[in-house]
């Protein structure tokens, strides 16, 4: 990859104390480094992967800010008042860092920034040259960036990472096919424009390559979908958007049905999000300081407390789609969990970091604590080949541990393990929970986990009636379900000269129609829409399904007395949500220090 002027760019790695932690994501441990490197720039962006980590950072380089240095912060959220000043600052040189998610990722070209920091794993390599491109563009000045892993596990993916950067092998996204949501949409479109013709659109539609290979049979029902809304809605004439003339052409049924078409038009269905206003005294809301995802509320109550825009303030009351709120700056948050800005791992970085593990010679470009840990997983364990799958079984208590290094990424680990509960249940193991991170996954169970079938356990067929059955009783559908039936136009958000529906009130209404299309066609095209939705962008079936293939008669298990250097990261991910504030890192600081303990004798 060369830079605007044709130069190779400077990535190097930020070793704080020449040590990487066993664990942890926000890299906190290194701060006082990104501050001496901000420092030491013209002018940097500091890059993470989610809207949580962006304020924990802001929050940590303006403690240590003792030098008074202009720090701003840019995410989705924050109003866009607030961004257009943070971008007019920084282009006329008024900052000298900006911590960021990818709202910065694309656009935007300052010739003064000269360092990009990339806190955490960058999860894509082809992601990460997007993000180091935006520094020095100036000619035959080369980018340079910084990456900063917040643990060992994010050292070898960002030591993959910089190695795929400097041979130019960038990781991609595969192909996709073409949405029938999306379809439904064109088909109501060009109604609105003119009478249509079924097979002349049919041939046309079929010209784009995602819909190259679409069936007549799927095309008319899209049409019979936007004409009846589907056999068991046929009855509600709302459902009616469409009509056929008797030249055999179709139109919109009237310019209302048009005009209606025309405000909900779009295929990005955002998270319903709500103004932050703060409170006045009469409890009314007054200035806007930014939006907040609709489902976040699910977690708070009024008098909590959370951070945003780089201040902790405390909820006072949600009134239709504004949030009041209260500033709390002597509090310590109830630290928010942002649902979105999530990556996951690349198949092609997961595929080097697997390739860095195997290889002992390779391992001369880690830290030297690095190659000590890899040593002793080795000794104490295992570390298996590219393509072999790594299962540890371990008692810890009164519980019995498995856990599986499948290097897939959160959302494919996160689906296998709700699919192998499902089969442990069956096997009458009785599993009592798991959790999952993008490199692995652990099960638990009062059970011995170290004598089952494993080749059983981890067959391809899963992927048939669990992965089905688990589905149709998953949220996760209903989220899918959601997001198709705006896209498809079945259900609006907007209505000429009427408020915008709030999320709740969409999610009501989808939630009913989702629960008679189920009982009444479950072929309907909206639920065929949302499987397939569901299947690629919240449970990564394709991904799973190439893991389950790839290790088919390759899986290596170890039955181990204690927990390994491996396991340490994936244990310390169970129950850290559950106790906030200070009780919570002191928990965590001393199971982290009793697990490498453990893992070291």
Known sequence: MRGPGGAQPIVDLL?????????????????????????????????????????????????????????????????????????????????????CTSTLDLGIDWGDVDLVIQLASPKGASRMVQRIGRANHRLDEPSRALFVPANRFEMLECQAAREAIAE??????????????????????????????????????????????????????????????????????????????????WKVRDLNVAQRHRLNVGAIVSPA???????????????????????????????????????????????????????????DPKMPSWGS?????????????????????????????????????KDRSLIVSEQELLLETFPKGRRNFLVAYPFEGRLAHTTLAMLLTRRLERMGVGPLGFVCNDYALAVWALEPLDGLDFGELFAEDMLGDDLEAWLSESFMMKRAFKGCAIIAGLIEKRFPGEQQKTGRQITFSTDLIYDVLRRHEPD???????????????????????????????????????LSPFSVPILLEIGKERSPGDARETILAEAEEDL???ASQ
């Open 168 to 249: 130019n092998r960038l990781d991609g996204d595969p192909p996709r096919v073409g949405a029938l949501d999306v379809l439904a949409q064109h088909v109501m479109g060009c109604a609105c424009s003119e009478p249509f013709d079924m097979l002349a659109l049919f041939d046309e539609v079929r010209s784009a390559g995602p819909y190259r290979d679409l069936s007549w049979e799927d095309f008319e029902a899209v049409v019979d979908f936007v004409s009846t809304g589907g056999y068991a809605l046929k009855t509600y004439d709302r459902f009616r958007r469409i009509v056929q003339l008797p030249d055999g052409r």
């Open 524 to 562: 309907h095209l909206l639920l065929r829409c949302a499987r397939a939705d569901a299947a690629t962008g919240l449970v990564d079936v394709a991904r799973l399904g190439d893991l389950l293939a790839r290790i088919k008669g390759r899986i290596r298990h170890i039955a181990l007395d204690h």
């Open 596 to 598: 490498i303990a453990e």
């Open 341 to 377: 800005s999530k990556f996951a791992l690349s198949t092609y970085l997961a595929k080097r970091v697997r390739q860095l593990m195997f290889d002992e010679s390779h391992w001369k470009v880690l830290p030297t604590d690095v190659r000590e840990w890899l040593e002793l997983q």
């Open 15 to 99: 070793l704080s104390e020449g040590r990487v932690p066993w664990a942890g994501h926000t890299a906190q441990h290194a701060m006082a480094e990104v501050y001496e490197a901000i420092k030491r720039a013209r002018t940097a962006l500091v890059f993470v992967n989610t809207r949580f980590q962006a304020e924990f950072a802001f929050q940590e380089l303006w403690r240590l800010n003792e030098d008074a240095l202009p720090i701003a912060l840019h995410h989705g959220s924050l109003a866009a008042e607030q961004r257009r000043k943070v971008e007019a600052a920084m282009a006329r040189g008024g900052l000298r860092a900006v911590v």
């Open 273 to 331: 999000m709500l103004s932050v206003r703060i409170a006045t005294r009469r409890g009314q809301g007054g200035r806007k300081i930014g939006e907040i995802e609709e489902g976040m509320l699910e977690m708070l109550d009024p008098g909590d407390t959370f951070l945003f825009g780089g201040q902790v303030w405390a909820l006072a009351e949600v009134t239709n789609l504004d949030v009041l709120v209260r500033p709390a700056n002597d509090r």
